[in-house]
């Protein structure tokens, strides 16, 4: 290679320790031969890859002879001195599990892995550790595979520190589960002599629905859940007879407006399974929702079901109806002779919150 002023190009010019090193290494004495003889395609990925601040090595030839940036040191530990070596004797602990990503780059062919545990040696004892690579072809000028690239990261921590965090929420949920039947069990001595039971009933399926809200959320970190997955799980022990028609794409909301919209589901199809379509067995409800980019609409519409009026009363189940997904939203209820309707609105901002 040369520059514009026609002189030829230094090789490796980079300023890290990597690549004095690569520069005063003794190439001849690998099946690469002298530098000299090198195809400018090799000391092209050479020097981008000693530029390179990602960690990356060049992997070049039959004898798969490595050379590697600063940034690779640190995967490679303790391991004898990898520069100029084969890839394989490398890594021979775990060739069984990447020879064969190696062999598809040379092949012409990428590999893209993401937290692929290896149990490597590079210090006193074997360690599993996780990485997340690409081993990409380097090819000739004429398209021929000559070598390969690795792009590779370490993931070791944040593997751990994810399986930590689902440990810890795995405790917490079990920890607010006690916590809800703990009291259940209170709600039920303390009220044991009221009759009728129907409050204490009412109150005891509530907090089922707010532990069903509470699985859903354990299973997406606590941060964020599926809206279809909150709407399935408070529905489906409602609906033993599929009478339940869902419709809507899915979208991921906060868990604030998980509990509610679990709450609101809850006391909806609780109110059709006692007075309403779920209540006979040609009863159909129909959930829909849709969104734009402000507002999600939600329609529950009750059929087939006994006919009913406007309530003489304003109970709490209608208040925590009518509190909708947050309170900032719209909830409209209607009390038709074909069955009873509802429309929520809600802001979309206010439900990933």
């Known amino acids: 290679m040369s520059d514009a002023s026609g002189r030829a190009a230094p090789f490796a010019a980079g300023a890290g320790e990597m690549a004095a090193k690569v520069r005063a290494f003794d190439w001849a004495s690998t099946p690469l031969g002298p530098v000299a003889d090198w195809p400018a395609e ?136 006690n916590t809800l039947a703990l009291v259940q069990a209170i709600a039920n001595q303390t009220l044991r002599e ?44 409602l609906d033993g007879l599929r009478q339940v028609r869902i419709e809507g794409p899915d979208l991921t909301i906060g868990s604030r407006a998980a509990v509610q919209l679990s709450l609101l589901l809850h006391e909806l199809a609780t109110n059709a399974a006692k007075y309403g379509a779920l209540s006979a067995p040609d009863g159909r409800v129909r959930l829909v929702w849709s969104a734009d980019a402000e507002l999600l609409r939600m329609s529950w519409r009750e059929a087939g079901g006994p006919p009913i009026g406007a309530p003489q009363r304003t109970s709490f189940g209608s208040r925590l109806i009518d509190l909708g997904l947050g309170g900032t939203g719209r909830v409209t209820r209607r009390y038709p002779e074909s069955g009873f309707e509802a429309d929520v609105e809600a802001p979309l901002r206010e439900l990933s919150a």
């Open 42 to 177: 090799l000391k092209t990925a050479v020097g981008f890859m000693l530029d390179s601040h990602f960690p990356k090595a060049v992997v070049w030839g039959p004898g798969l002879v490595t050379i590697y940036n600063d940034a690779f040191r640190p995967i490679l530990g303790d391991k004898p001195e990898a520069l100029g070596r084969s890839w394989a004797e490398i890594w021979s602990e775990v060739w069984t599990d990447i020879g064969a990503f190696t062999q598809r780059a040379f092949a012409g062919q990428a590999t893209y892995i993401e937290d692929l545990p290896l149990t490597i040696l590079r210090s006193d004892a074997p360690e599993q550790a996780f990485f997340t690579f690409c081993y990409g072809p380097l090819r000739l000028a004429d398209g021929t595979v000559a070598g390969m690239m690795d792009t590779v990261m370490e993931t070791t921590a944040t593997v751990k520190a994810r399986a930590q965090m689902a440990m810890l929420n795995a405790e917490l949920g079990h920890r607010m589960k």
């Open 194 to 237: 009221v009759d009728p039971r129907k409050p204490v009933e009412a109150f005891s399926s509530r907090l089922t629905a707010l532990g069903r809200a509470h699985d859903v959320l354990l299973q997406q970190d606590w941060a964020a859940a599926s809206l279809r997955q909150v709407v399935d799980a408070t529905l489906a022990p």
